[in-house]
């Protein structure tokens, strides 16, 4: 149980202290009161204008627990620091609140135990107490809490009186509250003959035990570190150090010894003058202490060696995990009697079924028997029945076989003539069997010369193919060397344009050197030549050229007539 679980637990006692009306919702007032003493009781510093911004009176009318959580929560728990206030004293504050209206001890002053002794008791209540709203303890806590406060006065809790207390109420088996436990103990039912000073011994024993950890407390004789010297001193034993002061009213506190999980209690030998020793090591220094008896001795080192263990096992109350492993055995006895109640249950059921089982058996059987009477009854009737059936059908069967023969008789003779006519079928049959055979054998040579020309047209398709595809690569052939001659054709026809033209420069240029050797070298000699020798080279001249126009068509040029020059 953490710390904010603990203050809940008491905060919930004041706010239903202050719901007068138990409707579950406080005016704003109070709480605003409520507010400002925990803020003071627990150190919180707060804004008082904040406070009452947040509380300020409006129409919104009371706020209720759920109403009232977040603001506990933001403003109070979230800022509570352990240590840093007095537990004791924020727990007087609630009890004082809820007490005025809740706790009733007796007017005459017949109440077993004090006003502060009732407020110890409330607070070992809430530490007991369930982890659920509205609080209360379980009757093993009850228990508990008693047998711890009769152990603490040497006497033993009368456990019949309480079993009677508490099945007197039926409520009490789930738990009880805080103020019918007060009314028990203040009853004296359980602590009776007791003086109250000895009830409140041990209540404040048990306090200083649960509430305030203390493990062990006494006097013990401890030896000092520089002069050596013994001196008695009233030490307090606490999960986390081993305290010491002057006297047992622990106002002047001498020292204190720091427990971790290296810590360690090993027990000495008598000397000195002392006996009983034993030491705390500790990782800077022994401590040596001496005991009254050897029984002192023994508790003192095993509360140590506990407290070393709460340590180490990262545990800050011995109470708190004793608290949370007496639940877990709860549960595990509550899980126990579930399932051992379960398994009542099934047995009954299962037992139920039996017992119903067997009934339905009587039944069944009582069926078989009246099944069996009409078994019987039912195989007399049909034996008779058999008898007289048997009878009729001998007679019928001797009727019967007369009939039949003059049946097989008539049958046999439909017998012989249907032979007869199925012997002739039989030879038609053949005869068209032979036909048949011949007609297919006629079908299988007219079949076979099929398939054999057939063949042939095959063969002879293939060869026409065959052709066909000579002939198409002769065409393709033919007409690639069509295609090559026609470029031929096509280069001899531009080569010949070429000649033509060549020659045609040719013949111009012949023909403008003939002229102009005829224009130069004619005149020249016509004076001195005859007139038959000039005629003559004229004439060789002409024929000259005509004899180059026909070599020039002879190769395939055309002539035109200016080529042919005519005597």
Not at 111 to 129: I, M
Not at 135 to 152: G, I, R
Not at 247 to 266: F, M, P, Q, T, W
Not at 506 to 523: G, K, L
């Amino acid at each position: 149980m953490d710390l904010r679980a603990e203050l809940l637990k008491s905060i919930w006692y004041a706010f239903t202290a202050l719901d007068v009306e138990k409707s579950g919702k406080v005016s704003k007032s109070q709480l605003k009161v409520l507010s400002h003493n925990l803020y003071t009781v627990l150190h919180i510093p707060h804004d008082p204008v904040a406070l009452e911004e947040h509380f300020r009176d409006d129409d919104d009318g009371p706020v209720s627990s759920q109403g009232y959580m977040p603001y506990l929560n933001k403003y109070i728990l979230d800022k509570v620091e352990e240590g840093a206030f007095i537990k004791e004293d924020f727990d007087e504050l609630c009890w004082t609140l809820t007490a005025k209206k809740n706790y009733k001890p007796d007017r005459n002053g017949n109440s077993v135990v004090s006003h502060k002794d009732a407020f110890k008791l409330w607070c070992l209540f809430n530490f007991l107490s369930e982890d659920k709203y509205p609080l209360v303890m379980v009757p093993d806590e009850v228990e508990y809490l008693l047998k711890k406060v009769c152990t603490a006065m040497n006497v033993e809790l009368n456990c019949c009186e309480l079993d009677d207390y508490l099945s007197q109420d039926p409520q009490h088996q789930s738990g009880m509250t805080v103020w019918q436990f007060l009314d028990l103990v203040n009853s004296g039912k359980l602590l009776r003959g007791i003086e109250r000073e000895a009830v409140s011994m041990a209540i404040e024993e048990v306090y200083q035990e649960v509430i305030e950890d203390m493990l062990k407390q006494g006097y013990l004789w401890k030896k000092g570190q520089l002069r050596r010297n013994w001196s008695e001193r009233w030490f307090t034993l606490k999960p986390s150090a081993l305290s010491y002061y002057m006297s047992e009213e622990r106002k002047e506190k001498k020292g204190s010894i720091a427990l971790d999980k290296h810590c360690c209690v090993e027990v000495l030998p008598d000397r000195d003058g002392k006996r009983c020793m034993f030491c705390v090591k500790t990782s800077s220094r022994t401590y040596e202490m001496s005991a009254s008896d050897t029984k002192q001795r023994q508790e003192w080192t095993l509360a140590i060696q506990t407290a070393i263990r709460l340590q180490a096992e990262g545990k800050k109350s011995l109470h708190k995990d004793l608290k949370q492993k007496r639940r877990e055995q709860r549960e595990q006895r509550e899980r126990r009697k579930a399932a051992k109640e379960e398994e009542m249950q099934r047995l009954k059921q299962l037992q139920e079924e039996k017992e119903r089982k067997l009934q339905e058996l009587e039944l069944l059987k009582e069926a078989q028997r009246q099944a069996e009477l009409l078994l019987q009854e039912e195989e007399q009737r049909r034996r008779l029945q058999h008898e007289e059936m048997q009878r009729t059908l001998e007679i019928q069967l001797k009727e019967a076989e007369q009939a039949e023969m003059v049946l097989k008789e008539a049958e046999a003779e439909r017998q012989r003539k249907r032979i007869v006519e199925l012997e002739e079928m039989q030879e038609r049959l053949q005869e068209a069997l032979h036909q048949e055979v011949k007609a297919r054998q006629d079908e299988e040579s007219v079949r076979y010369a099929q398939a054999r020309l057939l063949s042939e047209e095959e063969e002879k398709l293939k060869e026409l193919m065959k052709l066909k595809e000579e002939q198409e690569e002769y065409i393709i052939k033919t007409q690639r060397e069509k295609q090559v001659l026609k470029q031929e054709m096509e280069n001899k026809s531009k080569y010949l344009e070429e000649a033509q033209k060549q020659l045609e420069e040719v013949r111009e240029n012949r023909q403008r050197v003939d002229q102009d050797v005829m224009v130069s070298i004619i005149p020249a000699l016509l004076p001195h030549l005859p007139l038959t020798p000039l005629r003559e080279i004229y004439q060789a001249h002409l024929l000259e050229r005509n004899r180059m126009a026909f070599l020039f068509w002879k190769s395939g040029f055309p002539l035109r007539e200016d080529h042919i020059i005519y005597f």
